[in-house]
Structure formats: structure tokens, C-alpha cells
């Protein structure tokens, strides 16, 4: 029953693009050699549909009574060795030159959607996720509902990347969700939409099952940037997940609270390298000074990455007693180290020696009684 449906769907599509409506490409399917590739893609035969949707696909401008045969190739997935020797399927084919053809493929998309079969319905989904078109939301919207998790997931993900404002009470919901990687996606997607209402969903994330969708609570909660989440991120600083102990020195970092800097202190002493780095990269950004010292004993940390954070945070804190101990960095073997030193040497004392250990050393003779420690 649904492939009569989808038969005569097609022949209404095929009519309905050639023959009405504004913005239709020009047809340039003008001989019967070239008709006759409409008709091989309408063919049962998956090896001729591929041979026809190969050829179209070299078409500068696919005309658009090509698009409802080339939904109809959607259904057959059938692998297939081309003339080319390339292996692939009219399904593989057709999706490809859909999605090139962009928003004119759009609406058609959506009409076949109402009637297409299980494979087609997903395969078409997934098409019109990758579009991101903004006149399919409520089509993402309801996906978030679908039976399919990676559809669910794709959707929540797309409505995010397209800053849908429509879409933040189904993304809400869909942290809800029976599967983590759908609540993942809708974590993200409410920290892009950035709006505070979605705090009473995302916190309780916190303590989600799934790490995944603990990392993308806490992102997000960075990037709503309100600092009423301040004190229920302390409470994860040190969980037992080292990803998500790095993301809340991050968002803790982006919030701006600075009662969250003695946590971040603790935090650069963490086991675990990119942890150290982010509680140094925040604290960089919450500007206090008390953080000097302890970023100065990070300076020795065996981890370059960790280094060039403390580095740089040295460097936003504006601390002057930070110079006698980033001058020995210039010696250092890694590039990076040496020239993120100088920098901020040259930035906290108005010199510019450059990478010149020497001279720098010189100057440090003659100027380190106005620093107050060197560790």
C-alpha cells in the first residue's frame, strides 16, 4: 500500500517541479538521451538506477523533475559496482547529489516524508538534519520524539546548531530522555540556545548515569553564564570523572565568580594533566591575584600544556612577582613555553629582551629586589 502511495507521490512531485512555482533550476533534461536517465533511475533494477544517478550526479545543475526520482533512490541500498569500478548504491548516490542541491530539495523532501517506508523515512531524516534548513524546525522538533535514538540525538543537535529558539521546550523534554545520548545532545543544544529557563533541567544532569551527559551539563550551564549555578558546580570539583572535573574548571573559569578560585587552587594539584590546565586557564580569567603563588609553583609542572596555561594566566593575573620565575622558561626545550614566557615577561615588566636569556638575566640582577618572591 505505502509503495503505491509513494508512486503516485512521485508522479505528483515530478509535475508539480517541472511545471510550477518560482525559483526552479532550468530544466536541462532537453534530449531523449537525457529523459532516458529519469527513466533509469525509475528502474527495478538497482545497477541501472546507480549508472543514471552516477551520471546526473556530474550534472553542473540537476534539474528539478530529477528530484522526486531521486527520493524514490533513496529506498534501494543495494551495493552495486559501477562502470567506474566504484563501489556504491543508488541510495548512496541520490543522497549525495540531494544534499548538494541544497534548500531547492527542501520541501520535496518533506512531502516524501509523509509517506515514505521505514528505511526511507530515516534516510530521509537524516538528509534534511544534514540541511539544517530553517523552514524544517517543527520536522526536528517532532524527530526529537522519533523511535530512532540517533535520529532523536541528530535532531536535538541540529535544533542546537541552528540557535532554534522554537526548539527549547522539546529540548528541555528531551533531557529526559531513556537514552543517554539523546540527553547528551539535548544537554548541548539548551547551552547553545543559551537561555537561563533551562537551568532546572540541565542541573540535575549533574548526576547523571552517563559521563557524556554530565560533561554536556556542565558546558552548557558554562555558557548559560549565570552565576546562580556557581555553588552547585563546587560540588563536582573534584568527582571521581576527570572530564567532568575538567569541565567545571571551565565553566567555573567562564562564570566569573571568584569564590570558586580556593577550588581551583585545590584543582591545580589534580592527578590528571588537562585537569591542572583548565583550573589554571580559569583562574587566568577570574583575574585574582591570590592565585599568583600557586600558579607559579605550577610553572614546574612536568606537562607542557599545563605550563603554557599557567603561563598564560600568569600573564592575564598582571602580577609583577610572577617575572623572576618565568625567566628560567626561556631555557626551556619546547618553543611554545619559550615564546609564551617572553611574552608575557615582556607584557609584566615594559622590557623587551626577546628570548634572550641573557640579557634578561642581566636585567633580573639589576631589578629583582622590587619583586616579592622568586620560588
Given amino acids: 500500500m505505502k509503495s503505491g502511495l509513494l508512486s503516485l507521490l512521485i508522479l505528483f512531485l515530478s509535475a508539480h517541479y517541472t511545471c510550477g512555482g518560482n525559483n526552479v533550476a532550468p530544466k ?58 566504484v563501489v556504491s548504491s543508488p541510495a548512496r ?101 543559551g537561555y537561563p ?61 571568584t569564590q570558586a578560585v580556593p577550588y581551583l587552587i585545590d584543582s591545580l594539584n589534580d592527578s590528571h594533566f588537562l585537569v591542572r590546565a583548565s583550573a589554571a586557564w580559569a583562574l587566568g580569567n577570574l583575574g585574582d591575584q591570590k592565585a599568583t603563588e600557586p600558579l607559579v609553583y605550577l610553572l614546574r609542572d612536568k606537562d607542557t600544556e599545563v605550563k603554557l596555561q599557567a603561563i598564560r594566566a600568569l600573564g592575564r593575573l598582571k602580577d609583577s612577582r610572577a617575572v623572576g620565575s618565568l625567566i628560567p622558561l626561556l631555557q626551556e626545550r619546547n618553543l611554545l613555553v619559550r615564546k609564551a614566557a617572553s611574552k608575557v615577561l615582556i607584557n609584566l615588566t615594559g622590557v623587551d629582551f626577546g628570548r634572550d636569556t641573557g640579557s634578561w638575566y642581566l636585567w633580573w640582577e639589576k631589578n629583582a629586589a622590587r619583586y616579592s618572591f622568586w620560588p
Avoid: W
Avoid at 538506477?49 to 526520482?69: H, Q, Y
Avoid at 531524516?125 to 524544517?136: G, I, N, Q
Avoid at 535520529?151 to 530522555?177: F, I, P, W, Y
Fill in 93 to 193: 548516490i541520490a543522497s549525495r547529489i540531494l544534499e548538494k542541491m541544497g534548500s531547492r530539495v527542501v520541501e520535496p523532501l518533506q512531502s516524501a516524508l509523509e509517506n515514505a517506508g521505514e528505511r526511507e523515512r530515516i534516510t530521509i531524516e537524516h538528509l534534511l538534519l544534514k540541511l539544517k534548513d530553517s523552514r524544517c524546525t517543527e520536522t526536528f522538533i517532532k524527530l526529537l520524539q522519533d523511535s530512532s535514538t540517533q535520529l532523536r540525538a541528530n535532531a536535538a543537535s541540529v535544533l542546537g546548531s541552528m540557535r532554534c529558539d522554537q526548539a527549547l521546550e522539546a529540548l528541555m523534554k528531551a533531557t529526559a530522555d531513556k537514552e543517554a545520548s539523546v540527553r547528551e545532545q539535548a544537554a548541548a543544544a539548551l547551552g547553545k540556545l
Fill in 28 to 85: 536541462n533534461f532537453s534530449t531523449p538521451r537525457d529523459k532516458s536517465l529519469l527513466v533509469q533511475l525509475n528502474s527495478a533494477d538497482p545497477s541501472v538506477m546507480a549508472e543514471a544517478a552516477d551520471k546526473i550526479s556530474r550534472l553542473s545543475m540537476v534539474p528539478a523533475e530529477a528530484i522526486p526520482f531521486l527520493i524514490k533512490c533513496l529506498s534501494c541500498e543495494t551495493p552495486v559496482r559501477l562502470s567506474t569500478g
Fill in 197 to 257: 529557563q533551562a537551568i532546572e533541567v540541565l542541573l540535575p544532569l549533574l548526576r547523571d548515569k552517563s559521563t557524556a551527559v554530565r560533561v554536556a551539563a556542565v558546558r552548557s550551564l558554562g555558557q548559560i553564564a549565570d552565576a546562580v549555578v556557581v555553588p552547585f558546580l563546587l560540588e563536582y570539583v573534584q568527582d571521581k570523572q576527570e572530564a567532568v572535573r575538567c569541565q567545571v574548571a571551565l565553566a567555573l573559569g567562564r562564570l566569573g565568580d
